[in-house]
């Protein structure tokens, strides 16, 4: 079944040039080609592309479609996908390393997960984590030393999963999971529908949808592993959760939750007081 | 073995902005990888070449926002041709519809040497592919990508010598005639191609050749109506003089320059050449 799965990904990337190769049915998986990751400050896109045996990681400079630099890594990764929106991840705040994926098995089955870190000026492959079970990227500290990672439980309708940190320079896995600070929640569950980094690249925030319960949004501090969720207090079935987007304003002194122009609620991201709007 | 021939393609592979070398020594760098690969006609987009020595990955990248929208996968090894030592390269027709990419000349030096080339429809990114024995490169396409010109060379040594051949790519076939200089007939040509100059409708090629002992000439390709004309600059540079010269198209005339002077020009109607 695992190999199955797998063939089928990688037909699918290998096969969908040009369009968003997700093949996960619990994570929103990886993307290969398109926009990668990158570009908005430093002026280079990361891009992935699946080949046969190995994984194509090229820079693209963005002002201009150069090619600046491309590498060949053994294994099938692609760059993370952190949310529904197809909002990419991987790529820590101060530029320096860039987070691929595999995809891994489906929770409770066997078999292991492999993310690898590569130098984004040289593009040499400087960490390769390889863990048992079914996880997925969430984030990077800026500094490109914590991995947090979504350790999946459960697939489905009802995803359950939890935050978990890997120390990229002691090469292990932090016991235990990032819990919600507020609630003391360790095991989550939701669909990840949209992400809002703050510009030094330490605070994720992530918007989660819930059948029949109001969305939350898991801000992330990346740098002292601390994780607060918030609910956000709107009447919406999940397909209308699934159209919210997050926008920080006020030098990133407040999230906007937006339902397509409009502001619906916002979040105070030092208190995390949310205020409907 | 297969460990240093991966290692070895790794290598190849790492050199994003080299120009590849063809496989035989002395053959002019005919492909490029990465980079800035072959900019659509329309520059919206270019294509870039990616490889794994076994597959290369054709990429369609956005030249504002570097997003890549679209790529196909060709077994094997090719690259964007590159036709001058300037790093200028082509492949693409000047509708935008037919891109050309090189391989090198593969083979052993006591076995028959081939050479392939990939040409890709860009509007359904399917290709196919053309087989020559011997050892060629990519020269021209015309404009509406009907014909290819490619070249065929003879000797790679010190000084290449070749053939401009065209290959009809509507009926597959290769013409049996090599494209010469009707008015000097020569069908040998010798040098080094250094830079090139396209017209605005994509039919006149002006390359500028480099010769050892011999001035520098500017080989005009007409690659509609598939006839050329060498035109000798009466310039005394030595060869690493040669090698710095680049081309400037402007109304009827071709300039050639040296460090941003024009040291001659030439009449793209009759041919003729003035120095400067």
Known sequence: MKKLLALAITAAAITAGGAHANGSPYSPGLVYGWAGVGAQNSGVRFVAFGMPKSTIVAAVRARDGHVMKSTVVRGFYGVPLVSYDGTAGGLSGDGKSLVLASYGPLPGEAGETRLIVLNTKTLSVVRSVVLRGSWSYDAVSPDGSQLYLVEHIAAGQNPRYR???????????????IVDRIDRLAIMGGQPVTRATSSDGRWAYTLYAREKREPFVHALDTVRREAFCIDVPLELAQPLQMELRLRLAGDGGTLGVRHFRETVAVIDTKTFGVRRT | MKKIRTTLLLVLVAATFAATAG??????????????????PDGTHRYVALTTGRQTLVSVVRVHGGQVVRWLYVRGFVGVPVVGEDGTTDGISRDGRTLVLAGTPEGRPNDRVVTSFAVVDTASLRFRRVTFPGTWAYDAISPDGTILYLIEYENYGRTPTYRVRAYDLAARRLLSRPIVDRTIGERLMRGWAVTRATNSTGRWEYTLYARQGSAPFVHALDTVQQRAYCVDLPLELRRPGQMRLRLVLRAGELAVRSAGETVAVVDTRSFVVQRR
């Open chain 2, 23 to 40: 496989a035989q020594k002395g053959l002019p760098a005919t492909t490029l990888i990465g980079g800035k690969g072959v900019l659509a």
């Open chain 1, 163 to 177: 935050v978990r940190s890997f120390d990229l320079r002691a090469d292990r896995l932090i016991p235990g999971a």
